[in-house]
């Protein structure tokens, strides 16, 4: 696949699950300079090494390290993976053979094989726009590796109370809610660090309660900026 958007200043929502993220997003992209798609999960779960990743491999509170370039091995495990997240399917025969060239020339980039997928995903689904604004609120415990490869990205930050982030968890997925309360902190947490850092990269922090009553002032004022 013919590159046709190289990802210039990509923006990446991160925060805590539930916070919002994806909510957020869609916002964002009804500005036609913007699009997106649906969580790549592609530093959290895609880079996994495992096939069958265990629950805490799945939902990640700390880095573990990520591949910078993509063998064959991690590839076939990584097509696994995005088989399951549906962006990609046996029928897809001219990304895979690229990608499986490129890796078995030891020439597949950790962030050419994110910009392969997100020109693949436009491509299938004829999305327009050029900067894309991606949700995986986990991609903040891999902002380092965001950073090495999109050295202009630029981050939103989503917070939302912790205690209605663990009930909004159990409703929607059953998740045990001391489980989810300790991870919320967790990544709140990760969040904080993260600002601590890299400020200068963040162009907006948003609450999700304000999000909520201030829909539309909250969303302009992102455009502004």
């Known amino acids: 696949?013919?590159?046709?958007?190289?990802?210039?200043?990509?923006?990446?929502?991160?925060?805590?699950?539930r916070s919002g993220t994806t909510?957020?997003?869609?916002?964002?992209?009804?500005?036609?300079?913007?699009?997106?798609?649906?969580e790549t999960k592609f530093y959290q779960y895609v880079l996994s090494s495992s096939k069958n990743p265990s629950n805490k491999d799945l939902y990640p509170t700390q880095y573990t390290l990520n591949p910078k370039y993509i063998t064959p091995s991690q590839l076939e495990v990584?097509?696994?993976?995005?088989?399951?997240?549906?962006?990609?399917?046996?029928?897809?025969?001219?990304?895979?053979?690229l990608l499986q060239e490129k890796a078995i020339n030891n020439q597949l980039h950790r962030r050419d094989f994110?910009?392969?997928i997100i020109n693949h995903i436009k491509i299938l689904n004829k999305i327009s726009g050029k900067t894309l604004v991606e949700g995986t609120p986990r991609h903040v415990i891999f902002h380092e590796d965001i950073i090495?490869?999109?050295?202009?990205?630029?981050?939103?930050?989503?917070?939302r109370d912790s205690i209605d982030l663990a009930i909004?968890?159990?409703?929607?997925?059953?998740?045990?809610?001391?489980?989810?309360?300790?991870?919320s902190f967790a990544l709140k947490n990760q969040c904080d660090?993260?600002?601590?850092?890299?400020?200068?990269?963040?162009i907006a922090t948003v609450n999700y309660d304000f999000l909520e009553k201030k829909t539309g002032k909250v969303v302009n004022e992102i455009f502004d900026i």
Not at 29 to 34: C, G, S
Not at 78 to 97: A, E, N, Q, R, W
């Open 114 to 116: 994110f910009i392969e």
């Open 168 to 183: 909004s968890a159990k409703e929607t997925y059953g998740f045990p809610f001391f489980e989810s309360l300790r991870d």
């Open 193 to 202: 660090e993260f600002y601590e850092k890299h400020s200068d990269r963040v």
């Open 148 to 159: 090495t490869d999109f050295p202009d990205a630029r981050f939103i930050i989503m917070y």
């Open 23 to 38: 909510w957020l997003k869609c916002m964002l992209a009804v500005n036609d300079n913007l699009f997106t798609v649906p």
């Open 1 to 17: 696949m013919e590159q046709d958007n190289q990802l210039s200043e990509p923006i990446f929502i991160i925060g805590p699950s």
């Open 78 to 97: 990584s097509l696994h993976h995005l088989k399951k997240l549906s962006f990609i399917d046996d029928d897809h025969h001219k990304i895979i053979k």
